[in-house]
């Protein structure tokens, strides 16, 4: 479900939107692991994590102004909450199994899901047999993602494994502006730097 909101979402939002919910994500996967993990979440973490959702808002709207989010960033908040849930799953199952097999078995899950939603829910077909070079190299890259995260969950924790990923929106940041020719205002690029150092700040307070 994360992966069809987050697609659907790009087609009207940005690369660096995206990648700055994986901060969302991580707020959402720490006041879940809080709530059934028994981790705990320091008071500065409140303070960060509302600073975080209206910093996101200005990235969104990119003015001063009360106006609607774009309706893919809409799309991509709405499918943090699934990765949130599970996130929790996994820190409980990579304990028990190998967390390279239980990437596999994510993996295969998540194909038969995206399957399904596409020929039931919007009539596509055609799923099977349309594929880009880029949806390879995508695939690949977030695969490495996937079992290096299993990884990391099994070692240090969810909520820290899933904080250091807060990185990725710079970098993402970065290509969209020489490769996509992506333009951002200053309001965008000062928010969501915020949202970037409010959660490392985060992560150093509640580690």
């Known amino acids: 479900m994360f992966i069809i909101f987050r697609f659907l979402g790009l087609t009207q939002s940005t690369g660096t939107f995206a990648t700055l919910a994986q901060i969302i994500i991580t707020a959402q996967t720490a006041i879940l692991a809080a709530i059934f ?10 303070v960060f994590f509302i600073v975080i959702i209206i ?13 609607p989010l774009q309706r893919g960033d809409l799309y991509i908040i709405f499918g943090t909450i699934f990765i949130a849930i599970a996130n929790i799953f996994s820190k409980i199952v990579v304990g028990k199994i190998n967390p390279l ?16 939603a596409c020929f039931f829910v919007f009539q596509q077909t055609n799923a099977l047999f349309v594929f880009s070079l ?16 299993s990884f990391a969950i099994q070692r240090i924790g969810v909520t820290f494994a899933t904080s250091l990923l807060m990185i990725a929106p710079v970098y993402t940041m970065i ?16 928010a969501a730097l915020i949202v970037v150092i ?8 509640n580690k």
Do not use: D, H
């Not at 910093?55 to 106006?67: D, E, I, R």
């Not at 880029?134 to 995260?149: K, T």
């Not at 290509?175 to 000062?190: A, D, G, H, M």
């Open 101 to 116: 097999l239980f990437s596999e078995g994510r993996f295969f899950f998540s194909a038969i899901g995206i399957l399904l």
């Open 175 to 190: 290509l969209e502006y020489f490769i996509l020719k992506q333009t951002f205002n200053p309001l965008q690029i000062v």
């Open 55 to 67: 910093a996101m808002y200005f990235v969104s709207t990119g003015k001063f102004a009360l106006v």
């Open 198 to 205: 409010c959660g490392v700040f985060m992560v150093v307070k």
């Open 37 to 46: 993990l028994k981790e705990k979440l320091s008071k500065i973490f409140w």
């Open 134 to 149: 880029w949806s390879v190299i995508s695939g690949f890259f977030w695969a490495i993602n996937i079992v290096a995260f």
